[in-house]
C-alpha cells in the first residue's frame, strides 16, 4: 500500500450500490413493519368492540334466566301449601318442575339445613346447612344465585338458586330452593353466533365454570385460571389476551350477569388472536411481498448499472479463493495477469496458490511418514514388551515355586527373592517404556480416590527399599502425624514417589543420603526428595524431565533405566493438577525435586487389608492351560499343582479345544499370542463349548495395551493378567473360582 492511501475507502462499484440499494429500501421496510404493527392494533380495537356486545349480549340472556328462577321462587314462596303437609308440599314443587325446563329439582329447606320438600323423591334424608348459598338466603334475607354445586339429591351438574320465605311478621322461616340444570343453561345463549375457535365460559363466584361453549360437559366444576381469574375481577374493562388451553391467545372480554344483587356470575367470551388478525397478517403480507419485489427491482437495477465485467472477475477471485481454503490447492482464477490491480490481486492468488500445493505436498509426505513412524513404533513396543515379559513369565513363577517349595532353606528363599525382584525391576522398565509412550500420546486416565499422601510414601519406599539397602542409602523421612488427603490414583502416585526415589537412588553414590518430606503449604502439599549425589549442571536442569535425559553415571550402570521415570513422573503429577520441578547447586550438589498436589479436606476410607495369614485355603480346580511358550507353561503347571489344582496343557489353540470336551475346566489360562489362532478366538470356542461355558477365563498375555484389553473382554474373557504372571493375585483369583464353584 502506498504511503498516504486510506486503509478503508467506500470506492468500489459494489459497496456504493449495496449501500443506495440499502438507504432506499430502509425507510419502506421501517414503513411497512410500523404499519402492519397499527393494523394488528386496530384490528384487534374493531374486535373488541364486537366482541364486548357478543358478551353483554349473553350475559344478558343468561342474567334473564336467573332473573326467570328468581320470580318462580318469588311466587312459590308466597304459596300457602310450600309450608303445609309435606304430601302436599312435594307435589306442588313436583307440577312446578314439570312446568318449568332447565330445572332438575325444586325442594323446601329448614332453617336447621333439612330438605322436608323435594319434587324429586328423596332416598334419604338430606342436608344443606353447609350450603353457602343457604346461609346467604337466610343472612341476606334474599335473592341468591349459588356457586357451582354436584347435587346430593339428584347427582347432577347444577346451580342452586335459593329464596328466604319469610312469615307476616317478616320472620325468615325457610329456604325455597331450585337447582338449574347446567346442561341446559347454555341453551340461554344458544342464539350467540361465535367465530370459529371461539369459546364462551360462565364462572360462578369462585371461578368454577357452570357453562362453556363448545364441549361443556367436559369443563363443569373446572376452575379458571389464575390469569382469568384476574381479569374476571375488573370485568366491563379492556380486553385482555390470555394464553388458555391448547396453548392458544384469545382476545377475552367480560360481562356481569345481571345486578349484583340478581347473582355473582360472570361471562367472558374468547377469540383467537390469530383470527382477529388474520385480515392485517394478509395485508402485511402483500406489503412484505411488495418490499421483497422492490427489493429485487433494485438489486437488478444496481446490477444492470454496475461493471458486470468487474463484479464477475471479484466472483472468480473470491471463489478461488474459498476451494483454496477448502483444501482444494489445484484451484486458480483463469483471470489473465494484466496491469490493472484485479489482475496483479489473481496473479498474487495463484501464486500463493501454487506455493502452498507445493508446502502441501511436502507437509503430507512428512505427516504420512511420521504416522508410518508413530504406527512402527507402538507396533514395536507392544511387541517388545510381550517378547521381554514372555521370558519373565517363567522366571518369575519358577521362583514364586522355589520359594513355596523350600520355605525353610533360608538360601533359596533368598535367592528366590532375588530373582523376583531382579523380575520386578524388568518387568517396570517395561511398563514404564509403555506408560511413558502412552502418557505422551494422552492415553492415560486416572481413577481417582482420597488418599493419605503418607500411605503413598509408605508403599513407595517399601517398593524401593531393597535398591536401596543394596546401595547402603540412609532415607529420612520427615512426614506430618495427621493425614495429609488428596485425591487421585493411588497406584499412579506410588509410581510418582517411587521413581523419584529410584532416581535419587541411581545419582546418589554409596553411603549416601536421601531425605523425603511432605509439609502442608496453604492449599498444597510440598513432597520434597532431596540427595547430596552428583548433582545437576543448569542446563540439565531445565531438561531433566524430557524423554530419555539422564545424567551421566558408572559405566557398569548397575541400576539401568531408560531416562523415562522423571518424564512419566511429570506427566502423572501435572494429570492430577499438580506440578513437579528441580533444583541442583550444581555438580557435586546434591538435587531436589518438589511435587507439589492440591489438598482435599475430605478424610480417607482405609480399606481393609488381607494379610498373607488371612488366606483361605483354596479348593482344588481342574484347570487348562495353554501357552506356546513351553517354559512359562511348564513353571506355571508346577505353581498350580503346588497348589492343589488339577492342570491339563495344550501348546496350541486347536488342542485345547479338543481337550476342554473331555477335560471339563473350571479355568483356563489362555495366551493369546498362540500359533494357529489367537487366545481371543479360542476363548469364543471354549465359550459355545457345553463342557467349558461356565468356566473362568483368563488371559495370560504379554501384550498390555488398552485395546488388548478391551478386545479380551469382547472376546469373553472374564480377568486379564499381563505377564510375568503375579501370582498372589492369580491365587486370589483361583480362590474366587474355587468360590463360585463351591459355594458355602
Known amino acids: 500500500m502506498k504511503a498516504g492511501t486510506p486503509f478503508f475507502r467506500l470506492s468500489s462499484l459494489r459497496s456504493r450500490l449495496m449501500l443506495l440499494v440499502a438507504l432506499a429500501i430502509l425507510p419502506l421496510a421501517i414503513m411497512t413493519i410500523l404499519g402492519g404493527i397499527r393494523e394488528r392494533e386496530q384490528a384487534i380495537e374493531e374486535s373488541e368492540e364486537n366482541l364486548r356486545r357478543l358478551t353483554n349480549m349473553a350475559a344478558a340472556n343468561e342474567a334473564q334466566s336467573v332473573e326467570r328462577a328468581r320470580q318462580i321462587l318469588v311466587d312459590l314462596a308466597s304459596v300457602p301449601d310450600l309450608l303445609g303437609e309435606t304430601p302436599r308440599c312435594n307435589a306442588l314443587l313436583a307440577d312446578v318442575l314439570d312446568r318449568n325446563e332447565g330445572y332438575v329439582n325444586f325442594g323446601l329447606i329448614q332453617l336447621n339445613g333439612d330438605v322436608t320438600c323435594s319434587a324429586v323423591p328423596m332416598l334419604h334424608p338430606v342436608n344443606l346447612s353447609d350450603r353457602a348459598h343457604f346461609k346467604r338466603a337466610i343472612l341476606e334475607r334474599r335473592f341468591i344465585a349459588g356457586d357451582y354445586v354436584f347435587g346430593r339429591v339428584i347427582r347432577r351438574h347444577t346451580i342452586n338458586l335459593t329464596y328466604p320465605v319469610m312469615d307476616r311478621g317478616g320472620k325468615v322461616v325457610a329456604v325455597v330452593f331450585a337447582a338449574m340444570d347446567l346442561a341446559d343453561l347454555d341453551t340461554f345463549v344458544a342464539d350467540i353466533n361465535l367465530p370459529p375457535g371461539s369459546v364462551m365460559v360462565t364462572t360462578d363466584a369462585n371461578g368454577t365454570i357452570i357453562s362453556r361453549r363448545p364441549d361443556p360437559e367436559r369443563w363443569f366444576g373446572i376452575k379458571v385460571s389464575t390469569a382469568m381469574r384476574e381479569a374476571m375481577r375488573g370485568a366491563g374493562r379492556r380486553a385482555v389476551v390470555l394464553r388458555d388451553e391448547g396453548d392458544i391467545e384469545r382476545l377475552h372480554t367480560f360481562a356481569r350477569v345481571g345486578t349484583p344483587s340478581l347473582s355473582d356470575y360472570t361471562v367472558t367470551i374468547g377469540i383467537p388472536v390469530e383470527t382477529v388478525t388474520a385480515g392485517a397478517r394478509r395485508a402485511q403480507l402483500m406489503s412484505l411481498i411488495g418490499l421483497a419485489a422492490t427489493t429485487m427491482l ?53 501464486e500463493m496458490a501454487a506455493t502452498l500445493q507445493k508446502k502441501e505436498a511436502a507437509r503430507g509426505l512428512a505427516e504420512r511418514e511420521l504416522r508410518a513412524a508413530d504406527q512402527r513404533k507402538d507396533e514395536f513396543l507392544a511387541m517388545l514388551a510381550h517378547e521381554l515379559r514372555n521370558p519373565l513369565a517363567p522366571i518369575s513363577t519358577g521362583a514364586h515355586l522355589l520359594k513355596l517349595l523350600h520355605s525353610d532353606n533360608a538360601q533359596i528363599t533368598q535367592t528366590c527373592a532375588i530373582i523376583a525382584r531382579q523380575v520386578e525391576h524388568m518387568t517396570g522398565l517395561v511398563d514404564d517404556l509403555l506408560d511413558v509412550s502412552r502418557v505422551t500420546r494422552g492415553l492415560v486416565s486416572i481413577s481417582t480416590q482420597v488418599l493419605d499422601l503418607r500411605k503413598v510414601i509408605d508403599d513407595a519406599a517399601e517398593q524401593i527399599r531393597p535398591l536401596i539397602a543394596t546401595r547402603r542409602h540412609s532415607v529420612v523421612l520427615d512426614m506430618p502425624p495427621n493425614a495429609a488427603t488428596v485425591k487421585g490414583d493411588h497406584k499412579r502416585l506410588v509410581q510418582v514417589v517411587a521413581n523419584l526415589l529410584n532416581n535419587a537412588n541411581k545419582y546418589t553414590p554409596e553411603g549416601g543420603r536421601i531425605a523425603l518430606a511432605l509439609a502442608e503449604d496453604g492449599p498444597e502439599y510440598v513432597l520434597t526428595v532431596s540427595d547430596d549425589g552428583i548433582g545437576m549442571e543448569p542446563q540439565l536442569v531445565t531438561r531433566v524431565f524430557d524423554l530419555f535425559t539422564q545424567a551421566e553415571r558408572t559405566p557398569d ?36 525435586f518438589t511435587v507439589r498436589l492440591p489438598r482435599h479436606t475430605q478424610e480417607v476410607l482405609v480399606p481393609a487389608v488381607r494379610s498373607a495369614g488371612q488366606a483361605q485355603p483354596v479348593k482344588p480346580l481342574k484347570v487348562l492351560l495353554v501357552d506356546d511358550n513351553l517354559d512359562a507353561a511348564h513353571t506355571l503347571q508346577l505353581f498350580l499343582a503346588a497348589g492343589g489344582h488339577q492342570v491339563e496343557i495344550a501348546y496350541c489353540a486347536a488342542d485345547a479345544v479338543d481337550l476342554a470336551r473331555v477335560f471339563h475346566p473350571d479355568v483356563c489360562l489362555l495366551d493369546i499370542g498362540l500359533p494357529d489362532f489367537d487366545g481371543n478366538e479360542l476363548a469364543r470356542r471354549l465359550r459355545r463349548l457345553p463342557q467349558a461355558t461356565g468356566a473362568t477365563l483368563i488371559a495370560m498375555t504379554g501384550y498390555g495395551r488398552q485395546q488388548d484389553r478391551d478386545a479380551a473382554k469382547a472376546a469373553g474373557f472374564d480377568h486379564y493378567m499381563v505377564k510375568p504372571v503375579n501370582t498372589v493375585e492369580l491365587s486370589d483369583l483361583l480362590a474366587g473360582a474355587a468360590a463360585e464353584k463351591h459355594p458355602r
Open 298 to 350: 433494485a438489486l437488478l437495477a444496481s446490477w444492470l448499472a454496475g461493471d458486470v465485467l468487474i463484479v464477475q472477475r471479484v466472483r472468480k477471485l473470491k471463489d478461488t479463493a474459498r476451494r483454496i481454503a477448502a483444501g482444494d490447492l489445484d484451484a486458480r482464477s483463469g483471470i489473465g495477469y494484466e496491469r490493472e490491480e484485479i489482475g496483479q490481486l489473481a496473479e498474487a492468488l495463484d
Open 557 to 592: 550402570r548397575s541400576q539401568g533405566g531408560l531416562g523415562l521415570g522423571l518424564a512419566l513422573a511429570k506427566s502423572l503429577v501435572e494429570l492430577h493438577g499438580g506440578t513437579v520441578r528441580a533444583a541442583s547447586g550444581g555438580l557435586g550438589q546434591g538435587s531436589t
